[in-house]
């Protein structure tokens, strides 16, 4: 058996405690809520921070856990109430770490196969170290051990807390399941997101549509911290990515050429959209609902169009009596549509589908990021066009899924979709109605799924939530909110603690389906370092593959 | 030696100021058995004689003995050992020997090389501890202080047995607190 410890772990005074120092040994604990650890009389209580990885050599195996809480004990209870020489430093120092001491408490997560380099990884751990089993922190080899490492294709994203070790995600475990990317506003949300993209990008097993509200993602973003704009996926990616606009103006403003430009006809409006936007439009259940009214009369075409020509010609009284609606409804469902369908990037009729257009792209490998421009503010806009898109998308991938299952077509590429504000389409009241709802729930059936950025995670329907396979959690300082991130997580009362304590900038409470156990990550800087590593990387050899056989038919 | 338990025994001094200090660690042999002095008296020999104060004239303490050269005859020294181990086939062990050291046998004051050799383990610290001296707390002080003069790195010898003592104490820190204080350097 190999321990990497003992060496180092005994070697002189040390300030801090290195990796893989010795800290303590087990002193209680239980399954559901892990062990405490007393710590040694050299080792402070202000050395061990929660959410730092430590190892547990119990007597049959290795345990890999993370702290999740640090407290102050004693074995006399009338310490407390006893004065005591506070100035005499010889008393306290005979004080410390044996009456007065240090505990951790750790959740054991995982075993650790013995002998390094095992065939068989580290699995779930479904018991506790015995008494006095003694416990360090964990070394670089015990890190990489469980989070995969770079060598192994895996995405390092950051650090554990307090290590300089690389911490990796398996990408491809990660886009299996959605994706969920929370904190509140300015903790480094996009940044984290734009991250994962890249990654994702580079990794090339996925295509992704990004709804751009903001005009982050595309050409470039701006970090306000620093007053510095940062490369966006097109300068990272070039030909890879293809950005598409609802504002071409905004574009040209600031100097970036697009490549498509995206309009959508009213024959595109289907009267779910009017239900979704019911609230950002303000529009009673009854207007909303006159919608299918309307439909059913013109027929799915033109019953906008015509709706629009009939208010314009000033005969919505008599259609209000035709269709048996309430004429105010009608008037306030005229007004706002009205309203709504002034925007540049709505036109009467369009011939371009721009869903198929966007399928292209995606179905050949590229990547779509689709800029918001000036519209981005518009709430109605970002909600109207990213669901009319989506569930057009979704559709064709259902159908081609379909089809593929009966042995008469080629699988689709995985899609990831990227939303933002995603409380917006994804609150109660609409989530069962919205194709964001849909994809959320019915996971990856059909190779459709979603990566939702939000700093309100608790205005998002807990049924979705539960269905988002990794979260990525910056620092949340509303109840409400953590409890919404945390809900179905084992061990969510101590994970309470840690992303209570994230420092507020780049640095995210990490779990879910791609790791193993929970981490806290110091998000590794996304600046010329990181660009590099992508320029150099290129097509991976499975990419190379893939367009091989799509150029020869495969 | 001149009486003799279990747990302790009482020595009288050859001469009336011979006696070891409080906390002193001497030694019996045949068998070699330990101890800590825990209490030194100074009494009349004949305890239905008890002793008169003189010297009301007398400028200093020496002009009283030179005036009652009596007095040294009539009074002496005991001093009351607390055991603290034994030596059993050349091995120290810190804990009480089978039977009492014999009455009549001498005791010795340890040479610093012996305090030395003997307290590199502390365990008995927890005999003076359970002793039952009402005093027990500054025969520990005392004992601590004079040992650690006889090592070679006294302030690792005194952390090491202050440890012992905050282990042997973890429930009541306030009397831990008071031993910690008489044994500060």
Request: aromatic fraction near 6%; glycine fraction near 10%; charge should be negative.
């Amino acid at each position: 058996m190999t321990q990497p410890h003992e060496t180092n772990g005994t070697s002189g005074v040390q300030v801090g405690p290195a990796q893989g120092q010795r800290l303590g040994m087990v002193i209680e604990g239980s399954v559901a809520n892990g062990v405490e650890v007393r710590l040694d009389p050299g080792v402070s209580v202000e050395q061990v921070k929660v959410g730092t990885f430590v190892t547990i050599q119990g007597v049959g195996a290795r345990f890999f856990g993370v702290v999740t809480d640090v407290s102050l004990s004693s074995t006399d209870p009338r310490l407390k109430y006893t004065p005591l020489p506070v100035d005499d430093s010889f008393v306290i120092q005979a004080l410390q770490g044996t009456i007065a001491f240090g505990t951790v408490s750790v959740l054991p997560q995982l075993t650790m196969p013995d002998v390094l380099g095992d065939e068989q990884g580290p699995a779930p751990a479904k018991s506790i170290p015995s008494h006095f089993s003694r416990t360090f922190t964990a070394s670089q080899q015990d890190v990489e051990m469980v989070f995969g490492s770079e060598a192994d294709g895996n995405f390092w994203i950051g650090s554990p807390l307090d290590m300089e070790t690389k911490l990796c995600l398996d990408l491809g475990e990660l886009v299996k399941r959605s994706i969920g990317v929370f904190g509140k506003s300015g903790t480094g949300k996009t940044f984290l997101a734009r991250l994962l993209l890249a990654g994702i990008l580079q990794s090339g097993q996925t295509s992704s549509l990004i709804f751009d509200m903001h005009s982050e993602y595309g050409w470039q973003g701006q970090d306000t911290d620093k007053g510095v704009t940062v490369k966006g996926l097109k300068q990272l990616f070039g030909a890879k990515v293809s950005t598409f606009t609802l504002d071409e103006e905004h574009s040209r403003r600031r100097g970036l050429s697009t490549d498509e430009t995206v309009q959508l006809g009213f024959n595109h409006i289907e009267p779910q959209d009017i239900e979704l936007l019911r609230e950002s439009l303000n529009l009673s259940e009854v207007a909303a609902s006159a919608a299918y009214n309307l439909r059913e009369k013109y027929g799915e075409e033109s019953w906008l169009k015509e709706f629009l020509d009939a208010g314009r010609g000033g005969s919505l009284l008599e259609l209000a009596e035709e269709l048996q609606v309430n004429a105010g409804a009608l008037r306030a469902l005229y007004n706002r549509m009205g309203r709504f369908t002034r925007h540049g990037f709505m036109v009467e009729h369009s011939r371009v589908d721009t869903a198929a257009r966007i399928l292209e792209h995606l179905e050949r490998g590229q990547h779509v990021v689709l800029e918001f421009g000036r519209y981005g503010d518009d709430e109605a806009a970002y909600i109207l066009v990213s669901n009319l898109l989506t569930r057009r998308i979704h559709r064709k991938y259902v159908e081609a899924k379909e089809s593929a299952m009966g042995g008469s077509g080629k699988e689709p590429r995985p899609l990831l979709i990227v939303i933002e504000e995603a409380h917006k389409f994804l609150s109660p009241s609409v989530a069962s109605q919205t194709i964001f709802g849909i994809i959320a729930r019915e996971l990856r059936k059909y190779n459709v799924t979603l990566m939702v950025i939000d700093q309100r995670p608790s205005g998002i329907d807990p049924e979705v939530l539960s269905q988002v396979g990794t979260r990525f959690s910056c620092l949340l300082d509303n109840e409400r909110d953590i409890d919404a991130v945390l809900s179905g997580t084992p061990g969510s009362r101590a994970l309470r603690s840690v992303l209570a304590r994230l420092e507020s900038k780049q640095q995210a409470l990490v779990f879910g389906h791609a790791l193993p156990l929970p981490v806290v990550v110091r998000i590794r800087d996304y600046g010329p370092k990181f660009y590099e590593t992508i320029q150099g990387g290129g097509d991976s050899e499975e990419e190379k593959k893939r367009k091989v056989e799509e150029l020869f038919g495969g | 030696m001149v009486e003799s338990t279990s747990t302790s025994f009482v020595a009288q001094c050859y001469q009336l100021e011979g006696a070891p200090a409080l906390g002193g660690l001497v030694r019996t042999d045949s068998p070699d058995i330990y101890g800590v002095v825990g209490r030194v008296t100074t009494e009349p020999l004949d305890s239905a004689r008890p002793v008169l104060a003189r010297g009301e004239d007398a400028d200093s303490e020496e002009d009283v003995i030179r005036d009652n050269p009596q007095l040294a005859r009539l009074l002496t020294s005991r001093f009351e050992v607390f055991i603290a181990g034994h030596v059993e086939d050349g091995v120290i062990r810190q804990y009480l020997p089978p039977r009492p050291p014999r009455v009549h046998s001498f005791v010795y004051l340890c040479s610093p090389e012996e305090i030395s050799r003997f307290t590199t383990r502390l365990d008995l610290l927890r005999l003076l501890l359970n002793s039952g001296a009402s005093h027990a707390d500054e025969i520990i002080g005392a004992c601590i202080r004079q040992a650690a003069s006889s090592h070679a790195q006294p302030d690792d010898f005194l952390a090491d047995a202050c440890r012992t003592l905050a282990v042997e104490l973890s429930g009541d820190v306030a009397r831990l607190s008071a031993i910690l204080r008489r044994v500060a350097p």
